[in-house]
């Protein structure tokens, strides 16, 4: 599908999450510039979330609280709605049995860096800080032991946003770079290759809002990776004057998710 300023959603994998009911545990797998990639300098310190008034629920309660009720509701369309900041498919993988979450959110969760986990003998529910403090936390789910990591998907998904910022129809309208950072903070660089220089140039400043594009073709997101500390998405684009091409992306991923370092073609 040619996306231009039409909605979109996508679905990248079929459910995962829902084999607890017959096993106990499994792996939950990803599928379907002055800027530059962070590298091992220090990351910049979250925002804390904001304290509770007297009286009222901790943050972390209410926002979770307040995504818990539309899961009981059970409708994952409106969940992939309200969720727009999660890959569509990861949002139908994670939520596909809401029993094991439910009942791992029963409990208060535990700070960890910038996000707050809930752990039960099935899964692990992790909500970051960012959407704690908008009030409506989507949190990620993994079953328990898995590594509590971002995958090719949420990749895939950071690339459709900047995209469809690009085109003038972000998926949602508080989509914006100053409320949700997409590209990589510019004082970080690039980690070096074996020879100390830059695996990849720095972003252009110009390729930071990818002016001139008209559309692009979300289902032929596609995405590897060449380094093991890189993933790089590829996209057929069209720009405002109809010339076709491919434009790649390359990220890192981060506390906050995947940010975006690179573009070229």
Not at 47 to 58: D, K, L, N, Y
Request: proline share 7%; charged share 20%.
């Amino acid at each position: 599908m040619e996306y231009g300023r039409t909605a979109l959603r996508g679905h990248d994998r079929g459910g995962l999450l829902g084999r607890l009911a017959v096993a106990a545990a499994l792996l939950l797998t990803g599928c379907d510039a002055a800027v530059g990639i962070p590298g091992d300098a220090p990351e910049q310190a979250a925002a804390p979330a904001p304290s509770a008034a007297p009286g009222a629920p901790e943050p972390s309660v209410a926002a979770i609280g307040r995504w818990a009720a539309d899961l009981r509701a059970g409708s994952l369309d409106e969940l992939e709605n309200r969720c727009w900041t999660m890959a569509p498919g990861n949002v139908r993988d994670m939520y596909d049995t809401p029993g094991p979450i439910l009942e791992a959110i029963d409990e208060p969760g535990v700070r960890s860096g910038s996000v707050f986990v809930w752990r039960s003998a099935a899964v692990t529910v992790v909500a970051r800080d960012r959407d704690v403090a908008a009030g409506y936390a989507c949190p990620h789910v993994f079953a328990s032991g898995d590594e509590i990591a971002f995958n090719a998907a949420d990749a895939r998904h950071t690339v459709r946003r900047f995209l469809a910022r690009a085109v003038g129809a972000p998926l949602d309208s508080a989509d914006v770079e100053s409320s949700y950072p997409l590209v990589c903070a510019a004082e970080r660089s690039w980690d070096p290759d074996e020879n100390g220089k830059s695996v990849v140039p720095p972003m252009a400043a110009g390729a930071r809002t990818m002016t001139g594009i008209r559309s692009f073709t979300d289902e032929s997101i596609k995405s590897e990776w060449p380094y093991d500390e890189y993933i790089t998405v590829s996209v057929p684009v069209t720009t405002a004057s109809g010339v076709r091409k491919k434009q790649t992306f390359t990220l890192k991923s981060g506390s906050d998710g995947y940010c975006i370092g690179d573009v070229s073609g």
